[in-house]
C-alpha cells in the first residue's frame, strides 16, 4: 500500500508537543536539556488544568475563594488551584530557582539554587469569566536567572526587562485548549488532543497579519483614554473596522494573533497604568507578538525594554498587528493629550 493510501485510510495525527520539543533541542548542541523539560512541565500543568476547568462547573470549584489576593481582587477558586498546581509542577521540576505569581506577593524561592531559570506566571488570566463558561488562559515568561548558579535566588533575578526573555507562551482554555509558545525562533501553536492527552502542533511558525480590521478594547472606559487612543478608536469606527473584545486577555490576544487586530488597555481614570500587570501579561505577549512580526508597546516605549521596577507594575498595553499598533503610535506624537 502506498504512502498516500496509508494516510487516506489512517490520517497522520502529526507531530507531539514532546517530539517538537527534542526535535528544537537538537538543533542546539549544547543546549541541557533543561529549558525543554521546563516546557514539558507547563504543558502537563496545562493538561491538569484544563481537566479542572472542564469538571469546574460539575464539581463545585467555581466562583470566588474568598480572598482577595496581592492587587485586592477576589480570587476566584481556580485561579488558586491553577496556582497550587503551576508552583507544585515547577518545584517538582527542578529546574527554576524561583518563581514569581500574579497571584503571590513575594517571590517564591523553591530550594533548587542550581536551577538556571526563573519564571514569572499569571496562573489563571480572565479568572472571573470562569463561571460564565468563557475562555481562559495562563501566561508565563522564563528568564535566565543573574545570580550565580548554587545561590539563592535574588529580586534582580526576576526583574528582568522582557528582552531577556528566553521563552514565552500561553496556554488558552477555549473551545480548544491551546499551547502557544515562542523560545525567539518564531512562534508554534498546539492543540490539544483530550482523547490522546496530548497537544499536536497545529499552528507551526504563526505569523501574524501586518494589518487587520479588529480592535479590542473595553470601550465603557473610552471617555477616560487619553486622547491619542480616543482618536485611534474613532478612526477605528470610521473605518468600521469589528469591535471584539471577550475581557479575557489571551482569548482577545489569541484571535487578534490569528486574524490581525489590535488589542488596548490604555490608562484609565481609576487605573492611570492601566490594568495588566507587565512581569505578568505583557512581557511574555509582546515577546510572542513580536515574533510573529508584530507589536507591542506602552505608548511610549517598546513594551519588553520597559526596566520593571516592582513585581507587580502594571502598564498599558497596546499590542497586536504592526501597521495598527504604528498608527497608534504615530498619533502618541501628534495628537494633544
Ligand atoms: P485578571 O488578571 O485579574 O484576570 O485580569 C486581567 C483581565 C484580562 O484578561 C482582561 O484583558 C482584562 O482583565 C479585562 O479588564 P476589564 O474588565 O477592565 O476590561
Ligand atoms: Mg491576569
Redesign the pocket.
Known amino acids: 500500500m502506498d504512502h498516500h493510501t496509508e494516510d487516506k485510510l489512517a490520517a497522520p495525527v502529526g507531530i507531539t508537543l514532546d517530539r517538537f520539543i527534542q526535535q528544537r533541542q537538537e538543533d542546539f548542541p549544547y543546549a541541557t536539556g533543561e529549558l525543554s523539560q521546563l516546557l514539558r512541565d507547563i504543558a502537563l500543568a496545562g493538561k491538569i488544568i484544563n481537566r479542572d476547568i472542564n469538571h469546574a462547573g460539575l464539581i463545585g470549584i467555581n466562583g470566588a475563594f474568598g480572598q482577595q489576593n496581592v ?1 485586592g ?1 477576589d480570587q476566584q477558586k481556580l485561579d488558586v488551584i491553577a496556582d497550587i498546581r503551576f508552583i507544585r509542577a515547577f518545584r517538582n521540576g527542578k529546574e527554576v530557582c524561583a518563581i514569581i505569581s ?1 497571584e503571590r506577593e513575594e517571590l517564591i524561592d523553591t530550594g533548587y539554587h542550581d536551577g538556571r531559570y526563573v519564571i514569572a506566571i ?1 496562573p ?5 469569566n470562569i463561571d460564565v463558561n468563557v475562555s481562559v ?1 495562563t501566561i508565563f515568561s522564563i528568564y535566565r536567572r543573574l545570580s550565580p548558579i548554587g545561590t539563592p535566588p535574588t529580586l534582580d533575578d526576576v526583574m528582568q526587562p522582557g528582552n531577556a526573555q528566553v521563552a514565552a507562551g500561553y496556554v488558552l482554555y477555549g473551545s480548544s485548549t491551546m499551547l502557544v509558545y515562542t523560545t525567539g525562533h518564531g512562534v508554534n501553536g498546539f492543540t490539544y488532543e483530550p482523547s490522546l492527552g496530548e497537544f499536536f502542533l497545529s499552528h507551526p511558525q504563526l505569523k501574524t497579519p501586518e494589518k487587520g480590521k479588529i480592535y479590542s478594547c ?1 470601550e ?2 473610552l471617555n477616560t483614554f487619553p486622547k491619542p487612543y480616543q482618536q485611534y478608536l474613532a478612526e477605528c469606527r470610521e473605518q468600521q473596522f469589528s469591535a471584539r ?1 471577550i ?4 482569548a ?1 490576544f489569541h484571535r487578534n494573533l490569528l486574524k490581525g487586530g489590535i ?1 488596548l ?1 490604555p490608562p484609565t481614570q481609576s487605573a492611570p497604568q492601566g ?3 507587565l512581569l ?2 505583557c512581557n511574555a505577549l509582546a515577546f510572542i507578538v513580536e515574533q510573529a512580526g508584530g507589536k507591542a508597546t506602552d505608548g511610549q516605549q517598546r513594551i519588553l525594554d520597559i526596566a520593571p521596577t516592582t513585581l507587580h507594575q502594571r502598564a498599558p498595553l497596546v499590542i497586536g498587528s504592526k501597521a495598527m499598533v504604528e498608527r497608534l503610535e504615530a498619533l502618541q506624537t501628534v495628537v494633544t493629550q
Do not use: A, I, T, W
Not at 489563571?124 to 472571573?128: A, C, I, K, N
Open positions: 492587587q481582587e500574579e499569571d489563571l488570566d480572565g479568572s472571573s488562559g473595553n465603557g472606559n473584545y475581557g479575557s486577555l489571551v482577545d488589542y488597555y490594568k495588566l500587570r505578568y501579561e
